[in-house]
Every structure is written in structure tokens, then in C-alpha cells.
């Protein structure tokens, strides 16, 4: 399965981008749905989540109030909405599903699909 991450860019800080996922092979409402990033030198870390039951929403800290996750059925696409961003957001993205547990849910470990990164560069 391959999921197709999109719309990341070069930005000024306090800038907006929003991030989409998409894929052919599966249906997103039918898996939890996560975005990670991985910054150089960094571990993959976990930036928020979509669950598929409900829509329940996770965050990290770091881009709680800033970042919004959202999931259109209908386009079979899941977004990351990124406001006031920061140049420690500067990172590859990353989306991934899976039938993840709710204990998995910020693990890498816990997603079998992952899309391909796109890079988000926040810099003046």
C-alpha cells in the first residue's frame, strides 16, 4: 500500500501549510491515520492522529493549539493543517495508517502503511 504525502514547502515562520495524504489502496475511515516527522539528525516523532472510529484526534505538545488533523471521506484524504509554524517544525512529514491500538497510537511501531515524506522547511 502506498500513501501519497503532499504540499509541504518553504516557509517563512508563523507561516501556514497544509500537509494531505492520499492513497488509492485503502480506505482511511477504516484505519487510525497519523502524521510523524523526522528532523536530520532526529528519531521519527510522533505529530498527531486520527482515529477511525469517531474521528478522535491526538497531538504532541510541541503543535497542540498550532496543528489540526482532519480526514475527508469523501476524497479519501487526511490533512494536516499547520498554523503558526516554527522553525523547529522544520522536518520531513510523514503519514502513515494502520489498525492501531490505542495504547500504539503515538509509536511508530503501532502504523503498517507509511507514505513517502514531504519536507517542511520553516526558515527566514
Known amino acids: 500500500v502506498q500513501l501519497q504525502a503532499s504540499g509541504g514547502g518553504l516557509v517563512q515562520p508563523g507561516s501556514s501549510l497544509r500537509l494531505s495524504c492520499a492513497t488509492s489502496e485503502l480506505t482511511f475511515s477504516a484505519y487510525t491515520t497519523g502524521w510523524f516527522r523526522q528532523a536530520p539528525g532526529k528519531e521519527r516523532e510522533f505529530v498527531a492522529s486520527i482515529r477511525r472510529s469517531g474521528g478522535t484526534t491526538f497531538y504532541a505538545d510541541s503543535v497542540k493549539g498550532r496543528f489540526a488533523i482532519s480526514r475527508d471521506n469523501a476524497k479519501n484524504t487526511v490533512y494536516l493543517q499547520m498554523n503558526s509554524l516554527k522553525p523547529e517544525d522544520t522536518a520531513v512529514y510523514y503519514c502513515?495508517?494502520?489498525?492501531?491500538?490505542?495504547?500504539?497510537?503515538?509509536?511508530?511501531?503501532?502504523?503498517?502503511?507509511w507514505g513517502q515524506g514531504t519536507q517542511v522547511t520553516v526558515s527566514s
Open positions: 502513515a495508517c494502520g489498525g492501531v491500538i490505542l495504547s500504539a497510537i503515538r509509536q511508530t511501531e503501532g502504523y503498517r502503511y
